[in-house]
């Protein structure tokens, strides 16, 4: 995309998109931050882990109005992932989401996944949905294993 574009869409932006943007660039650093933790403190932070399998209560269905916040904040993370000075990570970016998320009332399952969890290399992967909405991490490889899931 060329720079003139890149400014063009730039302008056209509303003040609440600029807003959208600057918490999703302060949620990836925190995320980061958080994302250096040992996993067994991250997961304390996250609520504690679950069985993939295990049963818990669904998330309720989403109104129009929280529909429309997933969607928004699915585009802030992916525009501005791949803007930002270091390496975000699938994990990174669905701690973010899910924070953004948490922050508006809305419910979200992180889920952990691995392929070939028997095998010498791991090689692992994160996802996020709210109110079965793909929020990031998408699409899921199908090799993959889900191990646990933060509800």
């Not at 529909?67 to 669905?94: E, H, K, N, S, Y």
């Not at 692992?124 to 490889?141: E, F, K, Q, R, S």
Request: net charge positive; with cysteine; proline share 7%.
């Amino acid at each position: 995309m060329s720079l003139r574009r890149k400014l063009r869409t730039a302008s056209c932006l509303t003040g609440a998109d600029w807003r959208l943007i600057v918490e999703a660039i302060a949620a990836l650093l925190v995320a980061r931050l958080r994302s250096l933790l040992p996993f067994r403190v991250l997961a304390r932070h996250m609520g504690g882990i679950v069985a993939p399998h295990s049963q818990y209560a669904p998330p309720a269905p989403l109104s129009s109005a929280q529909t429309d916040r997933v969607f928004a904040i699915r585009w802030a993370i992916g525009v501005v992932a791949p803007w930002m000075p270091f390496r975000t990570l699938c994990l990174q970016q669905a701690i973010a989401a899910r924070a953004m998320l948490a922050r508006r009332g809305i419910d979200s399952v992180l889920h952990l996944g691995v392929r070939d969890p028997t095998g010498t290399a791991l090689e692992a992967h994160a996802w996020l949905d709210a109110g079965g909405l793909n929020v990031t991490g998408y699409p899921i490889d199908p090799a993959l294993t889900e191990v646990g899931r933060f509800v």
